[in-house]
């Protein structure tokens, strides 16, 4: 809270940013008046304290109307098309990683490699516009930004959005999930689901996959705060009217309720998706359902 | 497999003693020859670009030639052979603002990783050598700034501080200082427990003293690791701050501007956002195997990183 407060109020004053440049010192006055930083800091401060308990988020500066009816078509348009990124990443990353362990070595593994590889190394607004070149401007396959009008044609709006958003994320499960997976192939459990003669298929998918899974769960809370990144990068590239992109121009024009409210929105999406990880975590494995959290891994990409 | 190779070299090693002369171990095929070339080759070009980039420079990069804009590569029809990338839209060498761009990237990522290594290496240090309490509230913290999104956080820093060098920075370091935290501090916790730290203590040795004299030489082994790892993040993270413009602001080129700037051009002018964009992918693809293979190479045990 304090940190927002101090953030905000630091970045200089909306009424002289706002307002062009020949301004009077009475046009500066009246709009500081309106939006409150002729009042000293201690003062605005209590009255920002209880805005927040009140969840009175206030009017945006700049576009004048309250923040959260700004925000609420925005945060939708956003959450679908993280979940369009997700469905994207369960449906690729999932049975590659799967598949890259069991082949180990060979082809598949190979281009699992390489293509998680480049999705780590290539940055993503770079490659929503090589996508966007050459799909939507040089084919014309695609639309090259917007999200549609919501009718059934809008899902062709999805896609370049939603593979750019997922690359980095599917760059880094296929790997993570490849090398888990490969450390529960050796394990004993595994030998002796083998040894009782349970189908190949199924030892994959059901022993190892299982177990596997674990480390990749505990990295997607980490993950969340990176795809929150990512469709920053995307919305702005894609001109997605979700709350990346507000929160730009938020930022461009200091405009602290919207920004205020746009931060402590994504700090409450965070927690709660880290909250739901832990809870899957207990759905995955038994063995930690009623002891504490998830372990800690001592790992470090995110 | 590392059984196998570990065997192999042992016999080459046995048998190439005549055969091979007086080469010292490194140098010998069966050593070299797992070395990565092409990683290796593209990080010793960009360190030469960022160094010497000015000079090598075909074109001056800031030099605008309105009668030569819009330039497509040299082996295209309309191609200018002097311009081998083609031009922007003010008739500055695509070629030339890649090579004089790497420098900023580069400062950036080196002022990012001292700082954000130094840092995150003591403050792990201290967690996992005092346990308890300390290493909890440190480590809940890591995790907390590891969790927030970066990119948020940076842009709110450049409202604040303004965009440029500093803002990438400590952007870079927030995250930086939490993953070099978390490796050090798991890997202090079983370098305490050794024979030669209970010794040192029994010796009288400060807390200090052992954590600066016995347990930071046993861990550097992963800075190193981690920081070759991270490099290309950093990078990164610094191109995607100058494209969302909140990075070092024109008209100091840099790659992630240079993608944002040809974003207006993409049905005309493809190469101005797909080259130096391509160029980012290189070196950063190069840093992380640089970074696989040390790590495979040092430190098997910590993959998971």
Known sequence: MVVIFVATRAAGDPAVLNLPAEASRADIEAARRRIGTDRIYIVQFGIF????????????????????????????????????????????????????????????????????????????????????????????LLPAGGMGTGGLDSWRYYILPAITTSLVLFAGMTRLLRS??????????VKLARAKGVPEWKVVWVHVFRNGLLPVMTFMAIWVGTAVSGSVVTEVVFDWPGIGNLFLSAIIARDFPLIQAVVGLVAVTVLTANLIVDLLYGVADPRIRFTGGPMQRATARG | MSIVDTERVAAEQLTGVERQGKLPTWLRWGNLKRVPIFPLTVVGLFVIMSLFGQWLAPNDPYETTLRARLLPPAWMEGGDARYLLGTDRLGRDVLSRIMVGALPSFKVALAALVFGSILGSFVGMVAGYLGGRVDAIIMRFADGTMAFPLILAALLLAAVIGPGGPTVVIAACIVLWARFARLIRSE??????????????????????????????????????LLTLQLGFVIILEATLSFLGAGIPPPTPTWGQMVASGRDYLETAWWLSVFPGLAIAVVVLSFNLLGDWLRDHTDPRLRQI
């Open chain 1, 49 to 140: 304290l209880r805005d927040m308990a009140t969840f009175e988020l206030g009017r945006s500066i700049v576009y004048r109307e309250p923040v959260t009816d700004l925000i609420g078509d925005r945060f939708i348009a956003s959450l679908k098309l993280q979940l369009a990124s997700l469905i994207l990443i369960l449906l690729t990353a999932f049975p590659l990683g799967v598949l890259a362990a069991t082949k180990r070595g060979r082809l598949p593994d190979r281009i699992a490699q390489v293509l998680a590889a480049f999705g780590q190394a290539a940055p993503g607004f770079w490659v929503g516009l090589v996508l966007m070149a050459i799909l939507a401007v040089h084919f014309r």
């Open chain 2, 188 to 225: 202090v916790l079983s370098v305490r427990e050794r024979d030669f730290v209970k010794l040192a203590r029994i010796a009288g040795a400060s807390s200090w003293r052992i954590m600066i004299a016995h347990i930071l030489p046993n861990v550097l082994n992963s800075v190193v690791v």
């Open chain 1, 180 to 189: 888990s997976m490969l450390e529960s192939l050796d394990a004993e459990f």
